[in-house]
């Protein structure tokens, strides 16, 4: 059985994974973690998938 609720441990990787793409830029508005499309919700780009963020002016993930 899947458990949705994160340990300790896998929430600092989940961190660990965001914050490597902090300061990346989504070319196209597309995600650099897996290429989805990025979408606009109240002036912020954010990624359906995982929910990297990103400003709509520059593309740089925050
Ligand atoms: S595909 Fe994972 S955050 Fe975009």
Same mark, same amino acid.
């Given at each position: 059985m899947h458990s949705k609720v994160l340990s300790p441990a896998n929430i600092e990787k989940y961190h /660990? @994974?965001?914050?490597?793409?902090?300061?990346?830029?989504? /070319? @196209?508005r597309r995600c650099p973690h897996f290429g989805?499309?990025?979408?606009?919700?109240?002036?912020t780009l954010v990624c359906p998938m995982h929910g990297l963020k990103a400003n709509p002016a520059t593309l740089v993930i925050y």
């Amino acid at each position: 059985m899947h458990s949705k609720v994160l340990s300790p441990a896998n929430i600092e990787k989940y961190h /660990a @994974g965001y914050k490597s793409f902090t300061g990346q830029v989504c /070319a @196209g508005r597309r995600c650099p973690h897996f290429g989805t499309e990025m979408l606009e919700k109240d002036g912020t780009l954010v990624c359906p998938m995982h929910g990297l963020k990103a400003n709509p002016a520059t593309l740089v993930i925050y």
